[in-house]
């Protein structure tokens, strides 16, 4: 990237369904540049991509409508880092329980998710998350339909437990995520996934 050290990091946040605007502001708050993607153009200008909740299902059906499963799909080949966020961190996943058939599993992230796996108790949640890496004070970590990550993989981190499951993991400079960070004030993981961001540029410039 030119400019070296100068450089300001380009962030996506795939604004196809779900809290765009939200996880926008929550990029620029944690000091980077921040667009919305919609098309493969737009895609192709950003340097790591946040891919919001929502539904996965409908999330697919966005995807292919837009054209996007092709370019994701290389992006992501090619070592795109992402943050993904509850039905985001689906559609990266390696296997995916509880899917339709045949909705979209984009493979990155070596994790065995379940839809709606909490079950329809703890449809919506909210717990204060005990987050090593970010420090005190907990993180209040937003649950809506999340799903379960039930097996992690190879150079999976698991960063936050909840009931014995972990809801934050990285793999690399993939960060993934259970819960709704972009629902509260706090900007915390945003900036964890941008700093392993700038440092990657760094180290490249
Ligand atoms: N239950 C949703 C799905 O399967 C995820 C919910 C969310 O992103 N808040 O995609």
Do not use: K, W
């Not at 090619?78 to 909705?103: F, H, K, N, V």
């Not at 079950?119 to 339909?145: M, Y």
């Not at 400079?173 to 709704?180: D, M």
């Amino acid at each position: 990237m030119p400019g070296g050290t100068e450089a300001i990091v380009r962030v996506g946040a795939l604004a196809l369904q779900g809290d765009v605007r939200e996880h926008l502001a929550a990029l620029r708050a944690a000091h980077c540049d921040a667009i919305a993607v919609r098309t493969a153009a737009e895609l192709e200008a950003v340097d790591a991509l946040a891919i919001p909740g929502g539904e996965s299902t409908t999330m697919s059906r966005l995807i292919r409508a837009f054209g996007l499963e092709a370019p994701l799909r290389r992006r992501l080949a090619d070592g795109m880092p992402t943050l993904s966020t509850c039905a985001g961190t689906i559609l990266l996943s390696r296997e995916i329980r509880d899917g339709t058939g045949d909705q979209l599993a984009l493979g990155v992230l070596h994790l065995t998710t379940r839809r709606n796996g909490y079950g329809r108790q703890l449809d919506s949640f909210e717990f204060d998350l005990e987050i090593p890496e970010i420090g005190a004070p907990a993180f209040r970590a937003v649950f809506i339909r999340a799903p379960v990550i039930e097996a992690v993989g190879p150079g999976v981190e698991v960063l936050a437990v909840q009931g014995g499951r972990p809801v934050a993991v990285r793999q690399g400079r993939h960060l993934s995520l259970t819960f709704h960070p972009e629902m509260t004030a706090d900007h915390r993981l945003h900036r964890l996934f941008v700093e392993g961001l700038e440092r990657v540029v760094e180290g490249a410039a």
